[in-house]
């Protein structure tokens, strides 16, 4: 499988920000300084990919009747409860 990235672009306009020091100053980024997000996406592209997959294969097994019913699971519903009655309305 093949995944590919568009370059995150940097802003070249004066951007108002606040340094570690708290200082106020204006940010203004010459040139490409793109981050590499390679690193993060990485995890994120396999949990989705195992998501799709798991989802289609659920799909595809609930359509073709693959699951197996279990007989006794399939007990009828039943209203006796315990003290139960019936609203009036």
Do not use: W
Not at 36 to 65: G, H, I, K, S, T
């Amino acid at each position: 499988m093949r995944v590919a990235f568009k370059p995150t672009p940097a802003i070249s306009r004066k951007q108002h920000t606040v340094t570690r020091e708290k200082k106020e100053i204006e940010l203004l980024v010459h040139g490409r300084h793109d981050p590499c997000v390679a690193p993060r996406a990485v995890p994120v592209v396999e949990a989705m990919v195992a998501l799709v997959l798991v989802d289609q294969l659920m799909a595809q097994y609930a359509q073709c009747n693959l699951f197996p019913i279990n007989a006794e699971l399939q007990e009828p519903l039943s209203l006796a409860f315990p003290n139960f009655e019936p609203a009036m309305i």
